[in-house]
């Protein structure tokens, strides 16, 4: 009869007939446990990881953080089942919040007082910069606030707004009433940028002039105070016009109705036509007709109930309308009929089409001299590239261009 020698364990950690089975203080192998730092928000943490061989295992206990200078440390309680267990790989992990540090520190995960595992790391307080765009505002002026991430690493922030504004020194909540609970983030250079309109969410009403103060709550200890004065916001003018490409003598439309007040009422309005004539006590909507075609900056002056005024300029371009382009694109597709060698065909359409693009620009008097160029260079062409007659009609033709330019 043969015996094989041996231990035949069946799963149990001891076999002994005199063994009681129970749970007894265990030191994992720091190459089973696995540290990792992160910040978030400002706030450091470390999450532990520990792998175990099988699902006997158990930490009773994770430890309370500790620190003394640069060294954290905590104290954890792991037991080893020393009867029956399934052989499965088992993890366990727990995360700790180290808080809000600034420097270099070293993390030890311990047990039964044991050190297991460190790990060293940088923690620098979240480089945010919450700011508005003035430090004082008049009442119902628009505030803008700004939060920018200053530093040289990603923030991450969990809510939106990252701020409340409140009463100062009250400390009253006016904005926001309700937090969107949502994850984002902040890179480096990157700013979030909300416009606050003076409205307090909790009374449904405009807030009253005082001091208030913008806070972060994030724990990064951020504050921008400004100052709400009652007094008149001055009024914004703004116009439109039409047609968009007027012609000598045609009505124009000028419409200042989008104009307006953000506390009061526009009484007044005032034009500038561009041309030495202007018009007063209008109302937002008037007409005016050109005489010459030109350019002209033409401006809108309005006031509101307390004199407030406000100006905004639009250029109008005025042409003689279509009349000197059609003409001068038919002698083109004249030109084009003759069968002309086609570097000389070229360079006269290209100079006809040049004079088109000054006229649709409202640029007459450039398209006139490039006229008159034109026919200089024709007249040297004479009896050359162009017979008398050809010279005699594109000068003829290009004279009545003119004329229908100036009108």
Not at 182 to 201: H, K, R, V
Not at 277 to 289: E, K, L, Q, R, S
Not at 383 to 403: F, H, V
């Amino acid at each position: 009869m043969l015996f094989l020698m041996g231990t035949f364990s069946m799963n149990f950690k001891e076999t002994q007939s005199d063994f009681v089975e129970g749970w007894i203080p265990y030191i994992q192998s720091s190459l089973m446990v696995d540290l990792k730092f992160w910040m978030s928000a400002g706030t450091s943490y470390v999450n532990v990881t520990i792998t175990f061989p099988d699902s006997g295992y158990m930490v009773s206990d994770w430890g309370t953080v500790a620190r003394d200078g640069g060294e954290i440390w905590v104290d954890s309680e792991i037991w080893d089942w020393t009867g029956y267990s399934f052989q499965i790989i088992t993890t366990l992990s727990h995360t700790y919040n180290l808080g809000q540090l600034d420097g270099y520190y070293t993390f030890t995960f311990k047990a039964w007082g044991n050190d297991v595992k460190s790990v060293s790391f940088t923690a620098t307080t979240a480089q945010m910069l919450l700011e508005t765009d003035k430090d004082v505002y008049i009442l119902g002026e628009n505030v803008t606030i700004t939060l920018e991430n200053i530093g040289t690493e990603t923030v991450s922030i969990g809510g939106y707004p990252a701020w409340g504004i409140y009463t100062y020194p009250e400390e009253s909540l006016v904005y926001p009433k309700i937090y969107a609970w949502l994850l984002w983030s902040l890179e480096p250079g990157e700013n979030d940028t909300i416009i606050w309109n003076q409205y307090n969410a909790f009374t449904n009403s405009p807030v009253y002039p005082g001091m208030y103060v913008v806070r972060d709550t994030k724990g990064w200890s951020l504050s921008a105070y400004f100052t709400i004065l009652a007094g008149n916001l001055p009024p914004t003018a703004i116009f439109t016009y039409s047609p968009t490409v007027p012609i000598v003598s045609e009505t124009v439309t000028f419409d200042a109705s989008s104009s307006y007040d953000p506390d009061g009422t526009i009484i007044g309005y005032s034009w500038a036509f561009g041309d030495g004539m202007i018009a007063n006590d209008t109302g937002p909507i008037t007409t005016y007709a050109y005489a010459d075609a030109g350019n002209y900056s033409v401006t809108l002056y309005v006031y509101d109930d307390d004199y407030q005024p406000d100006s905004y300029t639009l250029n109008v371009t005025v042409t003689h309308g279509q009349i000197p382009v059609e003409a001068t694109q038919e002698l083109i597709e004249t030109i084009e009929t003759w069968n002309l060698p086609k570097g000389l065909e070229k360079c006269l359409t290209s100079k006809l089409d040049n004079a088109i693009h000054q006229l649709n620009k409202g640029n007459e008097n450039v398209a006139i001299n490039k006229l008159i160029v034109l026919i200089n260079q024709i007249e040297a062409l004479r009896d050359k590239k162009l017979t008398s007659d050809q010279a005699n009609y594109l000068i003829a033709e290009i004279q009545g261009i003119k004329d229908l330019i100036h009108g």
